[in-house]
């Protein structure tokens, strides 16, 4: 019985979803904006301007990982960026419908960059210093 509780506590089970959950928005938020846009009809000045912008939260992340690591648990933040990440893709696909598309849109591609770097903070502390 003993044996069958460690084996389910090794992170090789859970670490590779971890990552894959790390990567992903990133993608979406950098990639997947740039394709949507275009698609949507947005001019090449426009996406290449305001998709920049959306690196922005990889770029600064020092600057506020010291928070991350002060403020509750890792696991909270994990947990916490995981559901503000499926919440960014729910706006996103809610407010492309809408006059304001680009503007909406671009607002929660942010968030989700946001949330993004701050679970790969997160994430990063939890796998390396368990």
Request: hydrophobic content about 55%; proline content about 6%.
């Amino acid at each position: 019985m003993a044996d069958v509780k460690t084996s389910s506590r090794r992170p090789w089970f859970w670490i590779p979803t971890l990552y894959v959950a790390e990567g992903l928005p990133n993608v979406l938020a950098a990639s997947v904006s740039v394709v949507l846009f275009k698609n949507l009809g947005v001019s090449n000045a426009a996406i290449a301007f305001y998709t920049s912008w959306l690196y922005l939260p990889w770029v600064i992340k020092p600057l506020w990982s010291p928070v991350v690591d002060l403020l509750k648990t890792r696991r909270l933040w994990i947990w916490a960026m995981q559901l503000l990440l499926g919440a960014s893709l729910a706006g996103v696909a809610l407010t492309i419908p809408a006059p304001h598309f680009f503007q909406l849109t671009l607002v929660f591609f942010w968030l989700l960059a946001f949330s993004s770097a701050t679970h790969d903070i997160a994430a990063t502390g939890f796998t390396c210093w368990r």
